[in-house]
T-cell receptor, first 111, second 114 residues
């Protein structure tokens, strides 16, 4: 099946810093989503971004499907940004419903 | 739209007991999914419903697991004869078709088998 690798696995920032999270995938995709899992376990959908660039406030994401990677940018980080960020993809050569998740990036933002 | 609702939030059960979880998806969504997440890992696919039809069941689901979605509305996930290895967070999500946006997850049910 498709492989999803996220980097870095852990990231510690001071409040106000910027960061870039990366997601590499091993095959072509037709669906890519970024999620934030808060300390209580709730998965929040940040972006549906199979290609191109999107922005939502301090967050933005870019997917370059032809090169099989996606980036999530967090600017002016806040303590509430802490948690695990997951990238999840749907293989365009496979089923059109099964999302495969990476292992996530654990982000800690200190005050 | 109140989001995806899961009940209960937490369940502690003794090994060998049966448990049932419920998921109420976003009413406009026609797709419903169950995922399982263990500590330090990303969610793993368990099963998928298109309306009331269960279209795939992962190999992760042994015969002790069964899921239903009567009338294409809410869904239940039952685990019979629970084992300690079943301890995990069980997540439900719903969506439109694959090319119409992202998934919305519920808060999950955390199962602990003692």
């Amino acid at each position: 099946g498709i492989q999803v690798e996220q980097s870095p696995p852990d990231l510690i920032l001071q409040e106000g810093a910027n960061s870039t999270l990366r997601c590499n995938f091993s095959d072509s995709v037709n669906n890519l989503q970024w999620f934030h899992q808060n300390p209580w376990g709730q998965l929040i959908n940040l972006f549906y971004i199979p290609s191109g660039t999107k922005q939502n406030g301090r967050l933005s994401a870019t997917t370059v499907a032809t090169e099989r990677y996606s980036l999530l940018y967090i600017s002016s980080s806040q303590t509430t940004d802490s948690g695990v960020y997951f990238c999840a993809v749907m293989n365009s050569g496979g089923s059109n419903y099964k999302l495969t998740f990476g292992k996530g990036t654990l982000l800690t933002v200190n005050p | 739209d109140t989001g995806v609702s899961q009940n209960p939030r937490h369940k502690i059960t003794k090994r060998g007991q049966n448990v049932t979880f419920r998921c109420d998806p976003i009413s406009e969504h026609n797709r419903l999914y169950w995922y399982r997440q263990t500590l330090g890992q990303g969610p793993e696919f368990l099963t998928y419903f298109q309306n009331e039809a269960q279209l795939e069941k992962s190999r992760l689901l042994s015969d002790r697991f069964s899921a239903e979605r009567p009338k294409g509305s809410f869904s239940t996930l039952e685990i019979q004869r629970t084992e300690q290895g079943d301890s995990a967070m069980y997540l439900c999500a719903s969506s439109f078709d694959w090319d119409r946006g992202g998934y919305t997850f519920g808060s999950g049910t955390r199962l602990t088998v003692v």
